[in-house]
């Protein structure tokens, strides 16, 4: 069984930086697709970016590019390092996995913002942007 937690949330002035961790007990499949998600006061959730476990391709939200880098280790953990931050990144911020057994990188490109394609969920870590 595949079980995901957060870590690394907390309170951060604007333009500070964060990073957030996300450990997996397992992939779904040695090649997975990782992603972290936000949701704000109000707002639908949304995909941040995304990394897949075989190929280490990543993609990124127009909104975090450039400010946000994710990355990941041996030891199946997934890390979403945030620089300059702004009050709009102020969210919860969760852990996502799905297998890509039978995708390919490409596909995955195109998916990856799909929440509803996730089987795996973290229970998520507040990030909170406020001076």
């Known amino acids: 069984q595949v079980h995901l937690v957060e870590s690394g949330g907390g309170s951060v002035q604007p333009g500070g930086s964060l990073t957030l961790s996300c450990a997996a007990s397992e992939y779904p499949y040695r090649h997975s697709l990782m992603a972290w998600f936000r949701q704000g006061p109000g707002k639908e959730r949304e995909g941040v970016a995304a990394?897949?476990?075989?190929?280490?391709?990543t993609w990124y939200a127009d909104s975090v590019k450039g400010r946000f880098i994710i990355s990941q280790d041996s030891s199946k953990q997934v890390y979403l390092q945030m620089n300059s931050l702004t009050v709009d990144d102020t969210a919860i911020y969760y852990c996502?996995?799905?297998?890509?057994?039978?995708?390919?990188?490409?596909?995955?490109?195109?998916?990856?913002?799909?929440?509803?394609?996730?089987?795996?969920w973290g229970q998520g870590t507040q990030v909170t942007v406020s001076s």
């Open positions: 996502a996995a799905m297998s890509l057994l039978g995708y390919t990188d490409s596909w995955a490109g195109l998916v990856w913002r799909q929440a509803q394609r996730y089987n795996y």
């Open positions: 990394i897949t476990t075989g190929e280490s391709s």
